[in-house]
């Protein structure tokens, strides 16, 4: 009996009950939208985040570099060897120097290793190259044609020297810089080089721990024709290109990435790292770990994912915080709009059902009855609504997704203080006043923004029936039959 009626007055007032639905819809949409783009806005800031760290990596151990003293005035040296002055062979020199923060011993990752909910640690080597190369010519001497005669008048007045001047000559020479950063190859799984693929070759093996390869970034093998196959010099090393990677994000981390002990000696920095990555056993518990490492290892700076997000602006920044913030509001001030003109509406029809009710009482319904029926019927329309909402919900998050628009993220300069915010200079940690990221935003669909939006239709039906099936529960049979509907 109970349904029976409910079906023929849902259709027999299916215009009211559309109007209740669409309603309720529109709210639940907006719901999923602003919660799947929010989804989308928390995931392109990860991507950000990874592509300083690394996929896996929670928090990163540095020691910042200390302010230059007075007197401090060591600059790069380049030394080119005399050679024949005939010759026009081209000369190069390289500069390895350790890049953005102090030096670490590498037994310091052994120590992160063993604090309290660690789960791995891995020490890497920033370092920066300043290559100059090119050629010296020897100038040509060109008399002026005077023959090299005595001038003054007289004996003794000259030089008794050929006239003339040195024409052309001169040296042309290219500097060129490179991030290069050494990668301890036996922990494959930690450390930036994660947050690339490898397009071309392969990463290095476990057994290369000093072997003389490389793995160098797309952009710059296009840049410099570089390929599988093809090698780079460092400081008279010849490195074999084993790899191509394609950093994620569109920015890699490094130029160069070859295997630690190799880094370590071409900066002539034995058992030294700059970084330590560091993954935690429990994402739940990263500012714990960081109290602890700060304690027990001192001169350290530990710098977790959040605190790398502080210094995150641009377009990625402004439109998370509209989503987080005024998104999120709206939602609520739309489903509570909905919410009560639903309950509005619903009451309003039982308004007009006075002599219905009243009929049904006096054949012998109780108001129990009447409120339950009332109530289903709001029930049924907040389902559909549901319905109606997660479809445009969907709709929307798709359209999102299919047109994907491109975000920039900034890096905010952290005045070098040993953090991957701080960055101070290049390789993984290359200058964050520099750094610019585009990033494509999706609006991925999650189950649980599903259940939400079930829970809120179910809440919206719920809260219409409560309105009708007090009006409903009041009524006096009396009364309403001497109503005219």
Request: glycine share 14%.
């Amino acid at each position: 009996m109970f349904f029976t009626y409910l079906r023929r007055e849902l259709r027999r007032r299916r215009k009211a009950a559309l109007v209740v639905a669409s309603g309720l819809a529109l709210g639940i949409a907006l719901v999923i939208v602003v919660n799947s783009v929010s989804s989308g806005m928390g995931k392109a800031q990860d991507k950000v985040l990874e592509s300083l760290y690394g996929l896996g990596t929670d928090m990163t151990v540095t020691k910042a570099a200390s302010a230059p003293t007075e007197g401090d005035t060591e600059r790069p040296r380049f030394r080119f060897d005399a050679q024949d002055s005939d010759s026009d062979e081209e000369q190069s020199t390289d500069r390895v120097m350790v890049q953005g923060f102090q030096t670490l011993s590498s037994s310091t990752v052994g120590e992160v290793a063993e604090q309290n909910g660690v789960s791995d640690a891995v020490g890497g080597l920033s370092l920066q190259v300043i290559k100059v190369s090119g050629q010296f010519t020897r100038g040509q001497f060109q008399q002026d044609g005077s023959g090299g005669e005595q001038q003054g008048g007289g004996p003794g007045g000259g030089t008794g020297a050929p006239g003339g001047e040195v024409m052309g000559g001169g040296a042309d020479f290219d500097v060129n810089n490179y991030s290069v950063y050494g990668t301890d190859v036996t922990e494959p799984a930690l450390g930036p080089l994660t947050s690339s693929k490898i397009t071309s070759g392969r990463t290095f093996k476990s057994s290369e721990t000093n072997a003389e390869v490389a793995v160098v970034d797309s952009a710059y093998a296009e840049e410099k024709e570089l390929k599988v196959g093809s090698t780079v010099k460092i400081k008279d090393v010849k490195f074999e290109v084993v790899g191509v990677a394609t950093a994620d994000s569109g920015d890699s981390a490094a130029n160069l990435y070859i295997p630690l002990k190799q880094a370590q000696t071409l900066s002539d920095s034995k058992n030294k790292v700059t970084t330590i990555y560091v993954q935690a056993t429990d994402s739940q518990q990263i500012d714990s770990v960081k109290s602890e490492i700060q304690k027990n290892i001192s001169g350290t700076t530990v710098t977790t994912s959040a605190d790398l997000a502080d210094t995150v602006s641009g377009s990625l920044s402004t439109a998370s915080s509209l989503a987080t913030s005024v998104g999120k509001w709206l939602s609520v001030v739309v489903l509570v709009a909905a919410f009560l003109v639903a309950g509005l509406l619903t009451s309003s029809a039982v308004s007009r059902r006075v002599r219905e009710f009243g009929t049904l009482k006096a054949l012998g319904w109780r108001s129990g009855r009447v409120t339950r029926q009332v109530v289903g019927e709001a029930v049924v329309n907040g389902l559909v609504g549901g319905v109606l909402g997660i479809a445009l919900g969907l709709a929307g998050a798709y359209a999102v997704t299919a047109v994907s628009p491109t975000l920039q993220a900034q890096l905010g300069t952290g005045g070098g203080t040993g953090g991957p915010g701080g960055m101070g200079g290049g390789g993984p940690m290359r200058e964050a006043a520099s750094r610019t990221l585009e990033v494509a935003l999706t609006a991925p669909v999650s189950v649980a923004t599903i259940g939400l939006a079930v829970g809120l239709a179910v809440a919206g039906g719920l809260i219409a029936g409560a309105f009708g099936g007090w009006r409903a529960s009041r009524l006096r049979p009396a009364d309403a039959l001497r109503r005219v509907e």
